[in-house]
Every structure is written in C-alpha cells, then in structure tokens.
C-alpha cells in the first residue's frame, strides 16, 4: 500500500526499498503481492487535515486518521472488492468477539501496544480485520521471522510520521505552511525570545526554544505552556511542573467509540498521548459530539489537537480530539 508520492526516492521514505522487502517475504512465505497507490486518498483525507491542524497551531495525530481513513477504510475496502474475508495488519493490538461484539483490545506487549492510534476503528472494520502480533513481543516477532527465513527479520523498527518518516520536521511543514515568526513571551506578556511560527511547537516541548539564561534565578528548564493564535506569541515557562503544564480536566469533540454506541457517563482510564501511563478519570457532557474529561491527578502537558483515548482494564472504548 503506497500512500505517499512526493520525495518516493529519497533516504527518509523510499517505496522502492519498502517493496523489494515486501516482494522478498511474499516470496519466501509463497503468496501473492500487489502494490495499491492510495496517494490520492491520502492527501484528501488525512494530509490536508494534517496542514489545516498545524496552520490553526494545532498539533494533530495523522497516524490516527491514518488507520480510520486508508488503512481501514480505503485500503479494507479495497480488499473487499477483491473477496477478501478480512484483513489482517501489523498493529500491535488485539481483538476480542463476545455476544456479538468486536472488542478492541490492548497488546500483550504494554511497551508496543498501538490500541490508541486504533481508537477512531468502529464495529464494522473491526469485524474484518484481525491483529496477528497482538499476543506476541517484539522479541517474539522478530525470532519467528528469522526461523522462517525472512529476509527483513532485523529490519530497523520504522519512526516517524508515515508519510514523513524521519527527515526534519521544520524543513518538511516549511514546504507547505509559510513560517510566521512572533514573540515567544512569558504568562505575564515579558517578551523573553522570538519563535520561528506556532506550528513548530508543541505543549510541553522543551528542545529549540533558544532562550537564553533563567529569568527567575532558578535554572529551571523552559517549557512551552501556550499559544495566543491571534497574537502570534508563543507562552514559555521555566519548570516542568509549572501549573500552566498542568490539567485536570479536557473538552474533546469529533467523538468516536470502537462499540459504535456513545459512552455513559462515569468512571474510566485514558491517555491523553501515546505511551503515557492510564489515568483514572471521569467522562461527563456527552453532547453534539462533544465530552468532558476530568482527572484524579492533574495530566501534563494536554495539546489541543492530540486525541484523548478511553479505556476500561484492556479495552480500548474510543475518544476524541482534544479541543
């Protein structure tokens, strides 16, 4: 499946490369390989959401639209026209049938479990489609390609943004977006810097920001802790729990459940980014698409843009986009 076509031969997103491997293990394993181009798809449906988000000074999830709009919309589609029963990715996660219902579940694997980039999948991709890694490590993974003679056994785990792999970021946005520099500024308007344009910066970033010596005579580190959009300025603070960083509750919109059904409100465990840990929290206002998230412990560093995923124990629920 090829979803990108702009800089296809160059060392951070090579097709080429990517189909002779996929050519050389259909060969030793003895089936049947077709490339599908979904670039088309790709740049309606997820890269222009992608460029809309980081102009707004949003920092969005494309990986999350990835998988509800190609992998298992255009890409499962696409399989169905050909008589496939289902389908069957390399996504960390796995999938339990009851009564009916397709749950989403997290991996075996805590430390690869992509449940929350799936979180956007409902009722009817679920259905056709299955997780083969879900019960198994990495280690594991590895170690039954190399017995079956797989030619990418100790192929390098691949990072990145799917369509950006890893070229520098600024240098990729800097194509699309046109940069517009402003005064990065500490909660109480001080002007302390300048920034190169919002979309290159997150909540809670710490790297880049260049700004020289501690204002407050504390050697903190400093933090990005806001963006004023009509202002152009980005908000900096020094330490890492600065009250700025830190939330107890999130609005989030654009609602989307594994289970079809929208959650009640009560009692729930979510994540507000990938690989951070289940924190408990409580779901209220589910209303026009829109839903509350209020938490036991405040949460670091909440991004508007990100997707706030829901959980019950090893089920993942669903969840929106962060407001």
């Known amino acids: 499946m090829q979803n990108w076509e702009d800089d296809n031969d160059s060392e951070y997103c090579s097709i080429k490369e ?3 491997d996929a050519m050389s293990v259909a060969d030793v394993v003895g089936i049947d390989m077709e490339i599908v181009n979904f670039a088309k798809e790709y740049k309606d449906r997820v890269f222009s959401y992608f460029l809309k988000e980081y102009a707004a000074g949003r920092t969005p999830n494309p990986d999350v639209l990835c998988n ?6 255009a890409f499962l589609d696409y399989a169905m026209q050909l008589g496939a029963d289902c389908i069957a990715t390399g996504h960390y996660a796995r999938k339990l049938e009851r009564d009916g219902k ?41 170690k039954l390609a190399e017995q079956a003679g797989l030619p990418t056994a100790a192929k390098k785990d691949s990072t990145g943004i799917c369509f950006i792999g890893e070229r520098p970021f600024r240098e990729f946005l800097q194509r ?24 290159y910066y997150t909540l809670g970033q710490r790297k ?29 603070v020094q330490g890492h729990d600065h009250p700025l960083l830190l ?77």
């Open 18 to 20: 990517d189909s002779l």
């Open 68 to 73: 509800a709009e190609i992998k298992f919309k």
């Open 102 to 142: 397709h749950y989403l579940m997290k991996a075996v694997d805590n430390t690869k479990d992509q449940s929350y980039f799936l979180y956007r999948l409902n009722q009817s991709q679920l259905s056709k489609s299955i997780f083969p890694l879900g019960e198994l490590r990495k280690t594991e993974v590895r």
């Open 176 to 199: 699309y977006l046109p940069t517009q520099p402003g005064q990065m500024v500490l909660p109480d308007g001080s002007v302390v810097g300048e920034h190169i344009g919002l979309m």
């Open 208 to 236: 880049g920001l260049n700004i020289g010596g501690s204002k407050d005579g504390s050697g903190e580190p400093w933090f990005v802790a806001g963006k004023d959009i009509p202002g152009n300025r980005l908000i900096v």
């Open 247 to 323: 939330k107890t509750t999130l609005d989030m919109a654009d609602l989307s459940w594994t289970l079809d059904d929208a959650l009640k409100s009560g009692d729930y465990a979510a994540k507000t980014r990938y690989r951070m840990a289940d924190a408990p929290c409580t779901l209220s206002t589910v209303v026009d698409g829109q839903a509350t998230l209020t938490f036991r412990d405040a949460q670091w560093a909440v991004t508007p843009g990100q997707s706030a995923v829901l959980y019950d124990g090893d089920i993942c629920l669903g969840g929106g986009i962060i407001m």
